[in-house]
């Protein structure tokens, strides 16, 4: 089945640096990489997604990047804030395929002002 | 937010009683599912539904249940608990059938002694 990892599980950046955290997948028929943003104590929550027919998106201050050749897919935050600090989840789904959306393990992410 | 409301919040119970936990949404959305987290695990899913009375399992289903008898309510039984289902469950919710999560609720943090 599916396995996704994730890097790494905590980064600590400086407030206005960059953070990029990146997940592989094992399943080359994946098809479509959702984020999520976890805050201390409450819920996750979808901030980004690509398929696979698209190699970038962007959304104001985070970009997702995907390699299908490597199986690799990066989340990027520019201009780094202390309200970004929360755990991020990477996961891998295929559309269409009756398969199921796995989570990677996580990446907690320090934003220090 | 979505309308989506997990209840009990907060449970602490015994190896082997009965647990049943409800996820109730105002969304009409025809895809619920239950997912628990652990830490170093990140989200794995336990069971889903595609509609009344329609369900399927996850990636770690043994020991739960689950019913939908209603468009807006999705139950979570375990049958006899143990300690390894010490966990946070959360209820998500999504308006498309491609299996991934849009929306979540608050969780539901159950702890068996």
């Known amino acids: 089945g599916e396995n996704v990892e994730q890097h790494p599980s905590t980064l600590s950046v400086q407030e206005g640096d960059s953070a990029v955290i990146k997940c592989t997948y094992s399943?080359?028929?994946?098809?479509?990489f959702p984020w999520y943003k976890q805050e201390l104590g409450k819920r996750p929550q979808l901030i980004i997604d690509?398929?696979?027919?698209?190699g970038e998106k962007k959304d104001q201050r985070i970009a997702v990047t995907l390699n299908k050749t490597a199986k690799h897919f990066s989340l990027h935050i520019t201009e780094t804030q202390p309200e970004d600090s929360a755990v991020y989840f990477c996961?891998?789904?295929?559309?269409?395929?009756?398969?199921?959306?796995?989570f990677g393990a996580g990446t907690r992410l320090f934003v220090k002002a | 937010d979505a309308g989506i409301t997990q209840s009990p919040r907060h449970k602490v119970t015994e190896t082997g009683t009965p647990v049943t936990l409800r996820c109730h949404q105002t969304?009409?959305?025809?895809?619920m599912y239950w997912y628990r987290q652990d830490p170093g695990h990140g989200l794995r899913l336990i069971h889903y539904?595609?509609?009344?009375?329609?369900?399927d399992k996850g990636e770690v289903s043994d020991g739960y249940s689950v019913s939908r008898s209603k468009t807006e309510d999705f139950l979570l039984t375990l049958e006899s608990a143990t300690s390894s289902q010490t966990s946070v469950y959360f209820c998500?919710?999504?308006?498309?059938?491609?299996?991934?999560?849009?929306?979540f609720g608050d969780g539901t943090r159950l702890s068996i002694l």
């Open positions: 998500a919710i999504s308006e498309s059938g491609e299996h991934q999560p849009q929306h």
């Open positions: 399943d080359s028929a994946s098809n479509y």
């Open positions: 690509i398929r696979s027919n698209v």
């Open positions: 996961a891998a789904n295929r559309i269409g395929g009756g398969f199921k959306t796995i």
């Open positions: 969304e009409n959305h025809r895809y």
């Open positions: 539904s595609y509609g009344v009375k329609d369900t």
